[in-house]
């Protein structure tokens, strides 16, 4: 095979990701697992029978239309309406992804030329890392710093330069649980007007938001032609299995998005997208109750775990609490996670894998409160032995 690496230079050092690599070491030492993000209770019953209805009634078992199910579609448009007053065709303005995940990947790909630069708020969701790299682009870190995590906009200013052609945006982010304010993401808008930029903004836990209220960028002025919005079914309607995401953005960012997507997967979860279309049109109460438990579970975490004696950060929004772990007498992040599952049975995610400079998150820590509140708690209790 001669000595050339088989692993192409764009994704050299991008191995396992992280959330496969702690999900196996959970399973491995029986550990309950705040690492990765999924919750350990399905989404609503109603739900899940409408996906059983669809495989039984043969629909969405071949291929569905590239660009998703027309209910699907109309439900995503519907839902951008109903939420966040913004009014999307859904022939020509919606795309159903594999989850957010191919979505941020699609787009990316369809939109970015080699040796683009990409703006993205670090700590990143680690897709984002290997989808600019395989689009031969540039990835420029704004970094969140820690206590607030919230974006120097001065900073980003002195970052755009004649090369940048997009901003990737997550807000709610993962993993500090930032939601951006208002005045945020209005200054981040004129910037991107100004410098005419594209924006491809990760909105995934649009719905997880507490004592906050989440603003979709592609709301603001002037930027509805350059955003491309990604959500997912995963998180709001707790399926993360069934990987059904969609985006939203004027006709011709669905298709440049649309052009990629249709050589990733082609098309996906033909049944799923039934059932999906069904949970978009839940009544508010269904997002109100998702919103109450999981705040309740964040708060049980948050006690926890500063009783545990972390420094906890208190997230705004997502499923996730940023923790630094030096009050423990601990420095390095990923030695710590690695560790924990032996020390006390308990798998969490270490930040510093989501940064380009390691040592910005050397001492973080994400747990996930997506859980049971038995399961937070006996969690807490094993963290207590540390
Ligand atoms: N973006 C962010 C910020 C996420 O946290 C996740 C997954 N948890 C995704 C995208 C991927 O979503 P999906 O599972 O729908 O592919
Ligand atoms: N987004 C989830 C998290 O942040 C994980 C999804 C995945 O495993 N790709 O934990």
Sequence with gaps: MGTRPLLNRRLAGMGTTIFAEMSALATATGSINLGQGFPDTDGPEEIREAAVRALRGGRGNQYPPGPG????????????????????????????????????????????????????????????????????????????RAPHFRPDL???????????????INTPHNPTGTVLTAEELAAIAALAVEHDLLVVTDEVYEHLVFGTTHHPLAALPGMRERT??????????????????????????????????????????????????????????YFDTLRTDLLRK??????????????????????FI??????LGEKDGIEFCRALPERCGVVAIPNAVFYDDPDAGRSQVRFAFCKKDEVLAEAVTRLRRL
Excluded: N
Aim: aromatic letters at 10%.
């Design 69 to 144: 199910i027309p209910e699907l579609r109309t439900a995503v448009a519907e839902h951008q309406q109903r939420f966040h007053g913004l009014t999307y065709d859904p022939d020509t303005e919606v795309l159903v992804t594999a989850g957010a995940t191919e979505a941020i990947a699609a787009a990316l790909l369809g939109l970015l030329e080699p040796g683009d630069e990409v703006i993205a708020l670090e700590p990143f969701y680690d897709s984002y890392a290997a989808c600019i790299a395989m689009a031969g682009a540039t990835r420029v870190p704004l970094t969140l």
């Design 322 to 327: 940023t923790t630094d772990i030096t009050p």
């Design 298 to 319: 964040r708060d049980l975490l948050l006690d926890g775990l500063t009783a545990a004696g972390f420094r906890a950060f208190t997230p705004e929004g997502t499923y």
């Design 154 to 168: 001065d900073e980003l200013r002195a970052l755009i330069t004649p090369r940048t052609r997009l901003l990737l």
């Design 228 to 285: 491309v919005t990604i959500s997912s079914a995963g998180k709001t309607f707790s399926f993360t299995g069934w990987k059904v995401g969609w985006v939203t953005g004027s006709p011709a960012l669905v298709s440049a998005v649309r052009t990629a997507k249709q050589y990733l997967t082609y098309v996906s979860a033909g049944p799923f997208q039934y059932a999906v279309a069904e949970a978009l049109r839940l009544p508010d109460s």
